[in-house]
């Protein structure tokens, strides 16, 4: 398709420049501003405050729900050049590119009214509330009960690995309300409350050194009927809506590592002689550049199957799949590269500000949320290959049938 901008968004683009211009410092480096700690979630607060107010929030939701009733392309826009700012944009991404389009979907229109203009402008924070230690990778294999009283529901049960669940407000839920079918058709999604009593949050220590993770316990906690997200026993649906906007959310704004290792091979020398030259730098540089020219080719893909009113496709799991290693793998490289400072943490001592030590932390983490190497090469082979299925032994089992460790 052709990527120039029309007149409309060529407007749109001036605007959202000549904002940012006067809101946020542009770039001076290519480094991923990390997300961890109370400073950084007060900033991010104060930003999508501003956004809001300045009508940049929530580009194509409706404006009834805070948005800006525009198209996916001027989100693609503003993407574009928020990329060249220091600022908080993605910090978010959790709550409004995951939970919101569920809430979109599924909520019935008061919850819609009282509850997305609020998400929009981060006066209210979200997460998402899916993975537990017993199920791993496998959604579907869940155990938090939710039961009915009455016109409410009491939750019962731990989810594990909830980003930015310390700092949240509410969260989107997926709860296992009938046992006695299969994994699948026992689950119902719901909004919840995350500062009730019945809640409790404890942030994971990680070895990068931050809690962006968190464990949370659900002791006879509270979500009102009205915050049922579709059906009783409907909530696969519901999931799957969820994670197809995270696999397309994080590939957004998925780390690849490349222009960052770009910059490093231009100017680290290597016994006195630029490392640019070497062979062996050299070929993993245009490894790496090839697979970072796919991903950008991928996206494109995405971009002109949403501006034909499409969807986006597998192409945000291959994104997911491809960067989140790649970033992974540049990290350990860079470091080895660095010899031994490439052990040194100290942003004021270590070259590039540590930016590869931290990658080589965090990295592995990535690769994990939003679904696993082994889902996201799955969802490729069945989706985009037509490859068959994975045999399973559960499949339509009742639930509690399946066999445990326990049983």
């Known amino acids: 398709m052709d990527f120039k901008d029309t007149p409309e968004l060529a407007a749109f683009r001036d605007a959202a420049r000549n904002w940012l211009d006067a809101n946020a410092n542009r ?51 503003w993407a574009q050049e928020v990329a060249n700012y220091a600022t908080r944009d993605a910090h978010f991404v959790i709550g409004i590119g995951n939970c919101g389009p569920a809430i979109m979907h599924f909520a019935n229109e008061q919850a819609k009214l009282e509850l997305l203009p609020r998400m929009a402008s981060a006066e209210d924070v979200w997460c998402q509330l899916f993975s537990e230690p017993s199920a791993g990778s496998d959604v579907a294999g869940l155990r938090t009960r939710a039961q009915q009283d009455g016109d409410q529901w009491l ?43 019945g809640v409790e949050v404890r942030p994971i220590k990680q070895m990068d050194g931050g809690q962006h993770f968190n464990e949370v316990f659900f002791r006879d906690a509270v979500v009102p009927d009205a915050y049922r997200l579709g059906e009783v026993g409907g909530g696969w649906t519901g999931a799957l809506t969820v994670l197809m906007s995270e696999r397309l959310a994080i590939s957004g704004i998925q780390p690849t590592g490349f222009p960052q290792f770009l910059d490093l091979v231009k100017s680290l020398q290597l016994n006195g002689q630029a490392i640019a030259e070497d062979p062996v730098v050299r070929q993993r540089l245009a490894t790496w550049y090839s697979q970072y020219a796919g991903l950008q080719a991928a996206n494109k893909r995405m971009i002109t199957a949403v501006a034909k009113g499409g969807i986006a496709g597998a192409e945000a799991s291959m994104g997911k799949l491809v960067g989140a290693v790649m970033n992974q793998e540049i990290a350990n490289y860079a470091c080895q590269l660095f010899g031994p400072a490439g052990v040194i943490l100290d942003k004021s001592l270590s070259p590039e500000q540590a ?33 068959p299925q994975e045999p399973r032994a559960d499949k339509g089992m009742a639930f509690q049938d399946i066999p445990t460790g326990a049983n």
């Not at 480094?31 to 405050?49: I, P, R, S, T, V």
């Not at 501003?50 to 693609?76: M, N």
């Not at 309300?177 to 009730?196: E, H």
């Open 155 to 197: 939750l019962n049960g731990q989810k594990i690995w909830t980003s930015g669940a310390q700092h949240s407000d509410y969260g989107v839920v997926l709860t296992r309300t009938d046992p006695t079918v299969s994994k699948y058709r026992g689950l119902t999604l719901f909004m919840m409350d995350m500062r009730q009593s």
């Open 27 to 77: 770039r001076t480096d290519k480094l991923h501003m990390g997300m961890e700690g109370e400073q950084a979630f007060l900033e991010a607060k104060d930003w999508y405050k501003k956004k809001a107010d300045a009508g940049f929030a929530c580009l194509t939701w409706p404006k009834e729900y805070g948005g800006a009733g525009l198209s996916s392309l001027h989100e693609v826009v």
């Open 355 to 387: 930016h590869f030590q931290e990658q080589v932390l965090f990295s592995p983490g990535v690769r994990l949320a939003g679904g696993t190497d082994e889902v996201m090469r799955n969802i490729i082979a069945e989706q985009v290959l037509g490859l």
